[in-house]
């Protein structure tokens, strides 16, 4: 029989996971936790101040407006691109070249980087030399991003969808790729209509993909910042200025390190909390009554 | 309801077949009686689902034509042809109760809700899933499934038929045993036409009155389990039919047929009409339960050698060398197990004749112990 060998080894093992988990997320998180509650003159003169940030940003009424701004903006791209993603899903073939032709089309805008995304629709924009912009004056619409606030918001969004839906189509191209011949075939036997071989074939098929879309979508929206900057710098006046926008004026414009340490935390956990909020409901919603 | 004709139907999957190897269905021309219970019996990949698929519509065939009382349905979808169609693995609408899956097909045609109602709660009561019928179809077992599946296939009882493919393969023997006589019990009920495909012999003949043997694209029989048994047509029905399958030997047609040193005398009208046919080749067969087996030395039977005997419990099969030919016996359960040097017989009204595969229908062959020195001896006298 051997005995039993007692010793520390399995440390080693752990290591590893333990120090990548350790620079990429604990040791930043606690760098913000460590600066929003204290006040810092310079690197050497600093002061505990507890909560008194924390109550600062949660009573400041311009981030109450970009916060509202903020959901505002997820929801709505959110209720756009994922409709539309299914139904570019639906429409693109699924056999041959065009399939794979179709494929590529539909990934370009995801290669594109955001700031030339922002750039791109800057420019697209324009009345004297953008082609929509121009297109918009030609038909005698009067339309600027830079004045009006419902141009910009429209433009933003746009951007958005034409940005992102792309993803959401893919995901659930993939979703319907997935799903068995044999439903099809059952359905068509059961003489069911198209909106019923949706309705109740692919639409509960897709329901693991649309999770993962939404969340990604959600997350990335509420995070959202090169493209409304580089389109209409949160204009005009703070119209388009999103949360993340907010935060890099207050730690880099103003460099109030504190408050936007504190603000950068309660944000985090927003975003964890309407995260887990989406989860638990679509997962609550297939489930076995 | 319908009678299902299939006219010089043929099916490939490639895009231009040339050979005959391309189709999945050969020519074949066939009818399903109206109201008749049918199983399409073959091994895996004979064509027995493509010829499912293409009488629901699912496949459109590459030549001939389906017909529903004489009617042509190439054309029409499988929603139009008002057909069942139960698959292999279960399909069911995984958000929906069984309730509303069993009432899935009722509603897409408008039936009246009350209506619905009371023949969801028929079959329901038919496939004891009464109690289930407030679940979520996600949560049942693959057997329940499947059963959903089934009930979905039954609830409308103007179809023009029900074809099943292969149903019961997921679920457990002992079940499956039931449900197929609840098909069987549906099926007098009802007097809907079923086609059921399985490659199982024994569910074929439990469950239908004909059964239609599939082989490499082809109906090579369609008779009762009876005749298939009895008269295989072709020596794949003999091969697949029973178990043990057909014994075969093929023996050389000349003056006479001789296997081997052993001669097998037929009429003379069998002769002549196997030497017309210009083969040189015919195949005997003959079934293990149909072979004779002597206890003790018999001048008019074979003298054959022994090589094992299997106890299966409730029978033995013998396998024994016939002039080199391993071939082998059904023994009864109180006959003596037999070894070494032994006396078979093979019934005259048994034994058939296949040329090219197919049964030579006749009843005037008969077989001989007489070798062929004996033979020679009797011409002499």
New interface residues.
């Given amino acids: 029989m051997q005995t039993k060998v007692e010793n520390n080894k399995a440390w080693f093992l752990v290591m590893p996971v333990f120090l990548i988990v350790a620079f990429s997320a604990i040791i930043p998180l606690m760098t913000v936790v460590n600066y929003s509650v204290q006040d810092i003159f310079d690197p050497y003169t600093r002061y505990f101040v507890g909560t008194e940030w924390f109550k600062q940003v949660m009573l400041d009424s311009r981030l109450h407006e970009a916060l509202l701004r903020q959901f505002i903006y997820s929801f709505t791209i959110l209720a756009i691109e994922v409709p539309l993603g299914i139904c570019v899903a639906l429409m693109m073939p699924t056999k041959g070249r065009g399939a794979s032709l179709a494929l590529i089309l539909v990934a370009i805008p995801l290669l594109i980087p955001w700031n030339v995304v922002g750039t791109i629709w800057q420019i697209f924009g324009r009345a004297d030399i953008g082609l929509f912009g121009a297109f918009m004056a030609e038909i005698g619409v009067d339309y600027n991003y830079a004045s009006n606030t419902t141009d910009a918001w429209l433009t933003v969004i746009l951007m958005d969808v034409w940005h992102w839906t792309p993803l959401v189509a893919l995901l659930c191209y993939s979703g319907l790729r997935a799903i068995?011949e044999?439903?099809y075939?059952?359905a068509?036997?059961?003489?069911?209509?198209r909106w019923?071989v949706f309705r109740?074939?692919q639409l509960?098929?897709l329901t693991n993909v649309l999770i993962i879309g939404v969340l990604l979508r959600f997350m990335d929206s509420f995070m959202i910042y090169t493209e409304p900057f580089v389109l209409t710098g949160g204009g005009p006046g703070s119209s388009t200025t999103f949360l993340s926008q907010s935060l890099v004026q207050q730690a880099i414009g103003q460099f109030d390190i504190g408050p936007a340490a504190a603000f950068s935390l309660v944000y985090f956990l927003i975003i964890l909390l309407v995260c887990w909020v989406f989860y638990t409901t679509i997962m609550n919603m297939?489930k076995?009554? | 309801m319908a009678e299902i004709t299939l006219n010089a139907l043929a099916h490939s999957y490639a895009d231009h077949p040339s050979k005959p190897e391309d189709y999945a269905i050969r020519e074949m021309s066939h009818v399903w009686e109206q109201g008749g219970a049918f199983a399409l019996l073959g091994p895996s990949g004979c064509g027995k689902s493509t010829l499912l698929n293409i009488i629901s519509g699912l496949l459109k065939p590459s030549n001939g034509e389906v017909l529903f009382d004489g009617k042509r349905v190439n054309e029409l979808k499988p929603e139009e042809r008002n057909i069942a169609q139960v698959f292999q693995f279960p399909v069911v609408y995984d958000t929906m109760t069984v309730y509303d899956n069993l009432a899935f097909p009722l509603r897409n045609i408008g039936v009246p809700e009350h209506k619905v109602k009371s023949k969801v709660h028929e079959v329901a009561e038919i496939l004891e899933l009464s109690d289930q019928l407030k679940r979520k179809a996600k949560g049942l077992s693959a057997d329940q499934k499947q059963k959903v599946s089934m009930g979905r296939g039954l609830v409308r009882d103007d179809v023009s038929a029900i074809l099943f493919d292969e149903p019961l393969t997921v679920i457990d023997p002992q079940l499956k045993w039931k449900l197929r006589r609840k098909l069987k019990q549906i099926h007098e009920q009802f007097n809907i036409t079923m086609v059921y495909v399985t490659h199982d012999q024994l569910e074929a003949s439990t469950f239908a009155d004909k059964i239609a043997v599939m082989y490499n694209g082809q109906i090579v029989q369609f008779g009762t389990p009876r005749e298939l048994f009895e008269k295989p047509a072709h020596t794949f029905v003999g091969y697949f039919i029973g178990s043990p399958g057909m014994n075969f030997f093929e023996a050389q047609l000349d003056e006479q047929i001789t296997f081997g040193e052993h001669v097998i005398t037929t009429s003379d009208d069998m002769l002549a009409r196997l030497k017309s046919m210009g083969s040189k080749k015919v195949t005997i067969g003959i079934r293990p339960e149909f072979v004779h087996v002597w206890d003790g030395k018999n001048d008019d039977a074979y003298q054959v050698e022994v090589d094992y005997v299997e106890d299966l419990g409730t029978y033995k099969i013998l396998s024994f060398f016939f002039n080199g030919q391993l071939m082998k016996a059904r023994l009864s359960e109180d006959q003596q197990v037999p070894s070494g040097q032994i006396y078979v017989s093979f019934p005259e009204q048994w034994t058939k004749v296949y040329v090219d595969e197919y049964l030579v229908d006749t009843d005037s062959l008969t077989l001989h112990s007489q070798t062929k020195d004996a033979q020679e001896a009797h011409n002499a006298n």
């Fill in positions: 068995p044999v439903y075939q059952a068509r036997i059961d003489q069911a209509s019923a109740h074939i509960p098929k297939q076995d009554k």
